[in-house]
C-alpha cells in the first residue's frame, strides 16, 4: 500500500514568530515591540488583581489571628482567590461567624468573572500580525469560552476587566471590614 501524504508547503520556522498556514495564504504574527501600548493594560490588570489577593489575605489573617509574615507563608502557596475564599469560610465557620461564611461565597461568585478577565489578559499571549499591525491574542482555552487560537485583541475587554476588578476590590474591602467588626473585642 501506498503512503497518503499530504502535501503542504515547507515553512522554515523562526522562533520569534507565530505562523499560520492554510492551503490560501500564510499569516505571520510576532511578538510586539516590549514598549507596546498593550503591555500598559496587561500590567494594570495584573497589578490591580494583586491587589484583591492581598486583600484576601489580610481577611486570613484577620480570622486566624495571623501576622502578614505568617499568614504570607501560607497564602503564597495557594493559587488565584477561589482557595482564598474557601479559606476565609472555613475558618469563620470554624469561628461561629455565619454572616462572613455566607459574604466569603458571595464574594467568591462575584471574583469568578474578573478572574476570567485577569486570565486572559495574562495567560493569552499578545501577537501582531506583521502585514496589517494588528494586535490578536493566541486565545488558551479557557473553562467557560471553549475557544482555542488567535482573536483580534479586544482593548475595550481590557477596560471593562480593569473596571471590573476595581469593582470587587471594593467588594474585597467591605469583607475584611467586617471581619474586622466581628472578630475584634475591643477594650472599652
Not at 61 to 75: F, K, N, R
Not at 114 to 127: C, G, K, T, V, Y
Not at 170 to 186: A, K, M, N, T
Amino acid at each position: 500500500m501506498a503512503k497518503r501524504l499530504i502535501r503542504r508547503e515547507k515553512l522554515v520556522p523562526d522562533a520569534t514568530h507565530w505562523v499560520v498556514a492554510t492551503p490560501e495564504n500564510t499569516t505571520t504574527y510576532k511578538p510586539p515591540p516590549r514598549n507596546h501600548e498593550l503591555y500598559a493594560l496587561i500590567g494594570e490588570i495584573a497589578s490591580r488583581w494583586s491587589f484583591i489577593e492581598l486583600q484576601l489575605d489580610a481577611c486570613i489573617a484577620t480570622l486566624a489571628d495571623l501576622g502578614p509574615e505568617i499568614t504570607a507563608c501560607i497564602t503564597a502557596q495557594m493559587m488565584g482567590h477561589m482557595p482564598r475564599c474557601l479559606t476565609i469560610k472555613a475558618i469563620a465557620h470554624w469561628r461561629g461567624l455565619p454572616e462572613i461564611v455566607k459574604a466569603a461565597e458571595a464574594l467568591q461568585n462575584k471574583l469568578h468573572e474578573a478572574s476570567e478577565f485577569r486570565n486572559r489578559a495574562i495567560h493569552d499571549r499578545l501577537l501582531i500580525e506583521t502585514k496589517s499591525e494588528g494586535a490578536f491574542k493566541d486565545h488558551r482555552m479557557s473553562k467557560k469560552e471553549l475557544h482555542y487560537g488567535l482573536k483580534e485583541f479586544d482593548k475595550g475587554q481590557m477596560t471593562r476587566a480593569i473596571e471590573l476588578i476595581d469593582k470587587r476590590s471594593g467588594d474585597c474591602s467591605s469583607l475584611l471590614l467586617l471581619i474586622r467588626e466581628q472578630v475584634y473585642d475591643y477594650d472599652t
